[in-house]
């Protein structure tokens, strides 16, 4: 969804490339043989209709130019899709750029996607998607925030009753709170961590080939499931299991939670 101040230029580069065209069309053909046709009776319209050409000639240009820009926009969305590797490239992403790939991969799944290119990374509804006469709103949680709460499901929840939508989706490459996907399960609302936003990457793209998470563990941050920080990969120095890798909270002594290391070497 547009923001409240979007001028309707801003509104045609947000839509599809083919509104824009088909409006401009329309346009044209409206201004030089319709209008030119009508003998109008008001003074006003009378004097104003042998300019309506030269208007809707103006008019269409802007439009055609704004379905250009629309056009180039869809091209690198698609690009940007089939470049991802791994979960590293997706976190990689900034936060406009991780909506818009979320996006991309509902339009491919059939989905009617309205963006909100809102001013930043915590607006509120990101995506409002339709399919099937059903409306379902997506919030996307920008790579950084490793452990999403469940503050930002209560949220979507809240959006969700007041604008009568039947679904509500929130992504992260990360991962979620236990409190969260325990609300979620109650409030017909769908998480999606970072490994089943990996999987539905993989199934849309072109080439559906893509690296699992376990592969590229080493090279990702871990979110503490105790309080939330940054998990640091730490190695055992003494007891039964000396010289082995394991997750240590970085807020360690405060927080002591730790986590078995399953990758290689």
């Known amino acids: 969804m547009a923001k409240r101040n979007d001028s309707l230029i801003d509104v045609f580069c947000i839509l599809s490339w083919r509104v824009s065209v088909i409006t401009a069309f329309i346009v044209f053909a409206v201004s030089h043989y319709l209008i030119p046709a009508i003998q109008f009776e008001n003074f006003y319209l009378k004097a104003m209709a042998p300019s309506s050409p030269i208007l809707g000639k103006m008019v269409s240009m802007v439009l055609l130019g704004c379905a250009a820009l629309s056009a180039v926009n869809s091209m690198k969305k698609t690009k940007r899709l089939d470049s991802q590797k791994d979960i590293v490239s997706i976190r990689a992403l900034g936060w406009k750029e991780f909506e818009e790939l979320v996006g991309e991969a509902y339009r491919r799944q059939g989905y009617s996607v309205v963006e909100n290119h809102g001013a930043g990374p915590d607006g509120g509804v990101d995506l409002v998607l339709n399919k099937d006469g059903m409306t379902t709103l997506v919030q996307c949680k920008h790579w950084k925030i490793l452990k999403v709460g469940v503050k930002v499901i209560r949220e979507l929840f ?108």
Not at 164 to 169: E, R, V
Not at 223 to 251: T, Y
Request: proline share 3%.
């Open 158 to 265: 809240g959006v969700m009753a007041s604008q009568g939508a039947q679904k509500g989706i929130v992504i992260s490459s990360g991962e979620f709170t236990k409190d969260a996907i325990d609300f979620a399960n109650s409030n017909s609302v769908e998480l999606i961590n970072g490994t089943k936003l990996l999987a539905m990457i993989g199934e849309v793209k072109k080439e559906h080939r893509i690296e699992k998470p376990s592969s590229v563990l080493e090279n990702v941050k871990k979110g503490c499931p105790a309080c939330g920080a940054e998990m640091v990969l730490r190695i055992a120095k003494k007891g039964q299991h000396a010289g082995s890798k394991f997750w240590g909270c970085s807020n360690f002594p405060t927080c002591k939670k730790t986590e078995k290391y399953v990758g290689n070497g």
